[in-house]
């Protein structure tokens, strides 16, 4: 259990960054608003996302809406904890990765529980890098956070658990 105590302030941190910021956003901004960063790629856009990422289920009801993205993520919390806790202590990259994992989904978990959607801004054009419209849809710091835990758990899986394995 010992290994697991830096996840408290590690977890905490980001989850009050995903907090502060999408408050800061919904006071600065009106709804549907944007301030352009760097004009063309980068905007902060406030909007609220009612369904999951990418607006997954955003035309269901209400009640299977919150249903559903309330259950999961207390479902996916526990079972996050219950992978640190059985991680062995070598392993700082997964558990740092599943923290990451864990402080997302808090921070959409704290929306969906407080406003019955989450809150996005930061708004990505790519337009021009790929040659072709694409608009990315806008995000939070938590779905940031979900996204670079997942991406460096499966580097670790793929890459570093087979040296952890080959080692014993």
């Excluded at 609220?48 to 993520?73: K, T």
């Excluded at 969906?112 to 990315?136: A, E, N, P």
Aim: aromatic share 16%.
């Amino acid at each position: 259990m010992k290994k697991t105590y830096f996840l408290i302030p590690w977890v905490s941190f980001w989850v009050v960054l995903d907090q502060v910021t999408k408050y800061l956003i919904s006071v600065k901004l009106e709804l549907h608003e944007s301030l352009a960063l760097i004009p063309g790629f980068l905007s902060f856009t406030f909007i609220y996302n009612e369904g999951g990422a990418f607006g997954f289920l955003s035309g269901q009801s209400e009640v299977l809406r919150n249903l559903i993205f309330v259950l999961i993520p207390i479902f996916v919390i526990g079972l996050i904890v219950y992978l640190c806790i059985k991680a062995p202590s070598h392993q700082k990259l997964h558990i740092v990765s599943l923290g990451l994992v864990l402080a997302g989904a808090f921070g959409n978990m704290i929306d969906r529980l407080w406003l019955g959607k989450v809150r996005d801004f930061i708004d990505f054009d790519l337009s021009f890098i790929l040659g072709f419209f694409y608009h990315w849809p806008a995000f939070n710091v938590a779905d940031s956070t979900i996204c670079v835990g997942v991406f460096l758990l499966a580097y670790h899986m793929l890459f570093l658990d087979k040296k952890d394995s080959a080692s014993l």
